[in-house]
Nanobody
Framework: QVQLMESGGGSVQSGGSLRLSCAVTGYTSTSRFLAWFRQAPGKEREGIAS???????TYADSVKGRFTISQDTARRTLYLQMNSLKSDATGMYYC????????????????????YGQGTQVSVSS
């Protein structure tokens, strides 16, 4: 059984940093894609960062240059380093596994992911 458990969320002032972690257990899919999603209040969940087994990363324009996704394969842990946080980063953050492309030319952050964690809340105050 695949389980994803996020941690590291919290409250921070604008300009601050947070590091999210996601422990992945029971994952044996051949899909090589893992990702972080964010759901802001009143908005749909969106993919913001993805990584594959070769450590190739993809970012949404809204976080590019400020967020960094990484993984520790041996510890089966996914990370999201978030720097220069803005108030629009407020929301629930989910890690996801088993990304499957929906079609040709679609970036991995827009793949369909079959497994999600329960999320960790991030609040950024101005």
């Amino acid at each position: 059984q695949v389980q994803l458990m996020e941690s590291g969320g919290g409250s921070v002032q604008s300009g601050g940093s947070l590091r999210l972690s996601c422990a992945v257990t029971g994952y044996t899919s051949t899909s090589r894609f893992l990702a972080w999603f964010r759901q802001a209040p009143g908005k749909e969940r969106e993919g913001i960062a993805s990584i594959d087994s070769d450590d190739t990363t993809t970012y949404a324009d809204s976080v590019k240059g400020r967020f960094t996704i990484s993984q520790d394969t041996a510890r089966r842990t996914l990370y999201l380093q978030m720097n220069s946080l803005k108030s629009d980063a407020t929301g629930m953050y989910y890690c996801a596994a088993d990304g499957i492309p929906r079609g040709w030319g679609i970036p991995p952050i827009e793949y369909e992911y079959n497994y999600y964690g329960q999320g960790t809340q991030v609040s950024v105050s101005s």
